[in-house]
């Protein structure tokens, strides 16, 4: 279970241990500095300074200041240090993460906001750690320093200096809440803008498309100006305050001032000391005025690790395998029902059987169930109610990498990474030999057109493959799968979006695919199933007809309906009107 929200707060701060020691001791050697400077102001005063103490106190100084500086560089260095290993390891934790959360999870957040979190949000973290947090252990540090020394030249100055301070809590207590709403909607802003233009960049080839009718330029801006407004409130919001806070600890040197000239005017303490607490508050006052200034850092960093923990907080489930393994490829589906979304059916009570080394294809217009069917074999999310069985086995007690070994898909979304097409292929088998990327790439119908380009098989596919058409993405996944050789096959609608070349190229790959495999094919084009062992025809979510193409023929009124169109469409052609 991955520790709450106060856990992880406590773990990235702990990595500054060494440096919060090296700061405090490179504090009390700057107040040092100055009691030495005291002294020798005191030696002065009583005629007593000579050429021996000047250098001895100037040696003094010398070695404090100098002690002063490497400590504190030392500091610097080991929070930049504990704050860049921070930053790699909450990055390494979120991405080891999210490959153990379920699909689900990927569907209900946004790309741009899990973006958002793993650039901008864990980046506050190294800002804090390696600038906020060292400046406020020194601005916590140097004024208890001051107060415990003030304490040791008189006790009556020292509760001056500090008279003001517990109005100024107060105050900051009071402001905490409002700064954290204020920052809650910075961060809505912030993470609604990172959407948007990660949305714009990746839709741009339709927005120019659309020239001057489209809308979402204008809808992006407006988001960018609502930021930029919302961040200039924020800052009224936070500035105002800060002046009034600061207001009151600049008022511990006034009370200091009125307090220890009574004091010295009656004789109670000395010259020195009161010059000494004027020069000490001083100071005391600075660091307490860059304390406050700090608090809406502690405040960002609060709501930077609340976002993190919003994926490292979510549970992953990892299921174990249970039982003995699968002891074939047939897929039963027994009263299965499920939804995306609570109360939300998109399947109901299916009763299916894919029997073992079958050619089987579901058919059905969009929405009716079919990629959900898909889903549920893969694993990707559980039914709601029935079961799933692969080799009479029940999927819920098959773990993932079991699930993988049995099942492939080919989506009709290919992605394919910036790396070379070998590299794409072998994502199906790691360790593949060059010779096997060779004749899965054969059996794909891929090898010719590879051997066209340049490079081959080193071909860098640009970023999701943009160098490839469609087509060859396609023929890519299939290579893969070829290259995985698991006994399983889903083709989801792989043909749908390909034009009558690549289309008959992809199904004679399809046919070195799915050779002594349990195939199930995902289709609208009813022309490329019409000899599948069995047709499945779904319509809102339930099971409307099976069989055989004749048999449906026979039977099934909306499979006869849906070959009606498919006829229509196919012998659709533009005409001349005259």
Known sequence: MKPNRMNLQKKYKGRNKSSNVLMALSVVLGVISTF???GIVRLYSLQQLTTASIVTYGLLIIICQILKAVLYAFSIHKAHDAAYSSLVEIRLDIIDHLKKMAISFFHKRKTGDLANIINHDVEQVEVFLAHAYPEIIVATLIPTTIFTGLLFVDWRLALALVSTIPVMMGLMRLFHKFWGEQFEKYNQHTKRMSEDLLEYIATIPVVKAFSKNETRTKGVLDTMHRYTKWVKKMNMHVSIPMGVIGLFVEGGIVV????????CANHLITTEQFILSIILGGIFVGSFAKLATFQHKKIIFGKTVKSINTILGVKAVKKNSIGKAADSTQIEFEDV?????KGEHVLQDINLIFRA?????????S???KSSIANLIMG??????GDIKIGGKHIK????EEIRQLVSIVQQDVFLFNLSIEENIKIGKKHASRQEVIEAAQKAQLHDMIMTLKDGYDTIVGEGGAKLSGGEKQRISIARMILKNAPIIILDEATSAIDPHNEFLI?????????????????????????ANQIIVMQEGRVVGKGTHEELTNSCGLYNQMLKEQRRVDGWEIKEVV
């Open 357 to 365: 080394n079958s050619i089987n294809a579901i058919v059905g217009v």
């Open 507 to 531: 199904q004679r790959a399809i046919d070195h695919l799915s050779k002594d495999k349990t195939l199930i094919m995902i289709a609208h084009h009813l022309n490329t199933i019409v000899n």
């Open 397 to 400: 007690n098959m773990d993932e």
């Open 36 to 38: 030495i400077v005291m």
């Open 380 to 385: 990707f999310y559980e039914t709601d109610k």
């Open 256 to 263: 200091l001032a009125i307090v220890g000239s009574l004091l």
């Open 367 to 369: 929405g009716s169930g």
């Open 337 to 341: 029902t499920f939804g995306y979304n």
